[in-house]
T-cell receptor, first 121, second 109 residues
Framework: QVQLVQSGAEVKKPGASVKVSCKASGYTFTTYSIHWVRQAPGQRLEWMGWINAGNGNTKYSQKFQGRVTITRDTSASIAYMELSSLRSEDTAVYYCARSSYDFWSGYLDYWGQGSLITVSS | QSALTQPRSVSGSPGQSVTISCTGTSSDIGGYNYVSWYQQHPGKAPKLMIYDVSKRPSGVPDRFSGSKSGNTASLTISGLQAEDEADYYC?????????FGTGTKVTVL
């Protein structure tokens, strides 16, 4: 069965970076894409970016452009999301989610369990 | 890249129908048939309920249905049940990016 298992909760200081992992299993990793979505406490879902796990192409939300980097390791079937220059407003649960290969046809059919990232001094 | 607009809350009694609207622009909802809907219970990851405007994934009850007219998409829950109480989000392709809705809390009275 399809599973996306994310790394655990982390506490980071303002200005630091965080790298969240998302390990996929139960399907051929390189024939799908991964989106990253975050949700601040009590707030709505927010789209951050996308990576085609096959060719590595990426697209990012303008809001996070320059601060977010999404990569993947095809040998391990893992996608990563790194967010830099953290501030308190980045405190949120970060989710990875699977979508079809092409960027334009994305609906998110399987989700990871979420990773709580807390930014605090 | 503004969020799509949803009502903050809707409510209904068991067995009734409720409809959640999701309003965007011609650059997102109105321009493509790539709208999906997600159900989220407290503390849980979202779950796909509708994709490509009106298609239902395997395992999702047929009382959930989706539609679109112009720049507005809608999710209808017919025969409301207690377990349908949750937050619901629309999600749309917008050419160079994706955008979520503001979210709607569905309360079963």
């Amino acid at each position: 069965q399809v599973q996306l298992v994310q790394s655990g909760a982390e506490v980071k200081k303002p200005g630091a970076s965080v790298k969240v992992s998302c390990k996929a299993s139960g399907y051929t990793f390189t024939t799908y894409s991964i989106h990253w979505v975050r949700q601040a406490p009590g707030q709505r879902l927010e789209w951050m970016g996308w990576i085609n796990a096959g060719n590595g192409n990426t697209k990012y939300s303008q809001k996070f452009q320059g601060r977010v980097t999404i990569t993947r390791d095809t040998s391990a079937s893992i996608a990563y999301m790194e967010l830099s220059s953290l501030r308190s407003e980045d405190t949120a649960v970060y989710y990875c989610a699977r979508s079809s290969y092409d960027f334009w046809s994305g609906y998110l059919d399987y989700w990871g369990q979420g990773s709580l990232i807390t930014v605090s001094s | 890249q503004s969020a799509l607009t949803q009502p903050r809350s809707v409510s209904g009694s068991p067995g009734q129908s409720v409809t959640i609207s999701c309003t965007g622009t011609s650059s997102d909802i109105g321009g493509y048939n790539y709208v999906s809907w997600y159900q989220q219970h407290p503390g849980k990851a979202p779950k796909l309920m509708i994709y490509d405007v009106s298609k239902r994934p395997s395992g999702v009850p047929d009382r959930f249905s989706g539609s679109k007219s112009g720049n507005t998409a809608s999710l209808t829950i017919s025969g409301l049940q207690a377990e349908d109480e949750a937050d619901y989000y629309c999600f749309s392709y917008a050419g160079s990016h994706y955008v979520f809705g503001t979210g709607t809390k569905v309360t079963v009275l």
